[in-house]
């Protein structure tokens, strides 16, 4: 009796597929039926569970309350599946299953799908997803197996895995240092034209500077402006190699500049607050071959990072 009334295992991958595509059409598409067997088989879920778990329209459906619970169950119980079989293989060595990846755009884009290219390399097995994002998704939601992001994250129930040190600089062109000077201490930067950049959580138009040296230097928090602003870091460093102003950036961003001369560092003598890069799962997927292995795989190549700068 109770076995008719239970969730059947083979139903949350279902599901799962369901939610993802957004509509039942859709849903039909990628699991190779039609889309009445898909409203059926959705239909018969619903009357053996008693609730509705997903409001249907037209257009696209939404799910309801029940169904968002089942959606996130659904994922870590397969999450956990994978998990399992990964262990009971692991002699093995051939991680498989899913891996979704979370990044910001632009280190995304520059040095996390690389190493991910070589990943699926070796590990051909594995199906990765690269999702880039402006702002780093919120912890609890379970949308992603890891997430590289900068700073270390406060919840101590996450894994953070520092991958790399990653330093603030400011930067200009030589072009524009010759036409407008070179700052001496951040109290002239205001005088300068600043490249804005619009980003997470930063507090827009103040650079905190510390000095160097001294183990109790007080931190400036200087307000700078500029006429150039943008939300994404690869044009404002593309307009400081142009000459319009002075920009802050992530060190793994302007380093191959820098080395060319075709930017300069502008007061090297002064530090900004760390901004190290992480690779953060939850401690669950410590027992996940295919996460512990991808996360292993991004430490050793980001290892260089910020070795030879100076």
């Given at each position: ?158 894994v953070a895995r520092l991958l790399a040190p990653n330093r603030r600089l400011l930067c200009a062109s030589p072009r524009y240092l010759r036409e ?72 793994w961003d302007v380093e191959r500049y820098l080395r060319s001369g075709r930017l300069v560092q502008v007061l090297p003598q002064y530090v900004t ?38």
């Open positions: 009796m109770a076995s008719n009334s239970a969730i059947q295992p083979s139903e949350l991958g279902f599901f799962t597929t369901l939610a993802t595509a957004g509509s039942l059409s859709a849903a039909a598409r990628d699991l190779g039926i039609t889309t009445a067997a898909v409203s059926k088989r959705l239909g018969q879920m619903e009357t053996r569970i008693g609730t509705p778990l997903v409001t249907r329209t037209t257009r696209r459906m939404s799910l309801t309350p029940e169904g968002e619970v089942l959606l996130e169950h659904a994922r870590r119980i397969l999450g956990e599946l994978d998990d399992l079989e990964q262990l009971l293989t692991s002699a093995r060595g051939r991680p498989s299953g899913l891996l979704r990846v979370n990044a910001t755009l632009g280190f995304g884009r520059m040095h996390v799908a690389p190493v991910i290219s070589e990943y699926s390399r070796m590990y051909p097995d594995v199906d990765v997803q690269l999702q880039l994002s402006a702002d780093p998704p919120p912890l609890s939601e379970d949308a992603f197996d890891v997430c590289v992001r900068f700073g270390e994250p406060p919840d101590a129930r996450i407008h000077g070179t700052p001496q201490t951040p109290g002239e930067l205001p005088r300068h034209n600043c490249i804005g950049i619009r980003q997470g959580s930063d507090a827009y138009g103040v650079w905190r500077l510390a000095p160097v040296k001294g183990a109790k230097a007080r931190t400036e928090s200087v307000h700078v402006r500029g006429n150039l602003t943008t939300n994404d870091g690869e044009i404002a460093v593309n307009w400081a190699l142009e000459g319009h102003g002075i920009v802050l950036r992530a060190e607050p760390e901004a190290n890069i992480y690779a953060v799962y939850q401690q669950r997927h410590q027992l996940s071959s295919r996460i512990r292995l991808f996360v292993d795989f991004l430490a050793k190549k980001f290892s260089a990072f910020g070795r030879d700068a100076g």
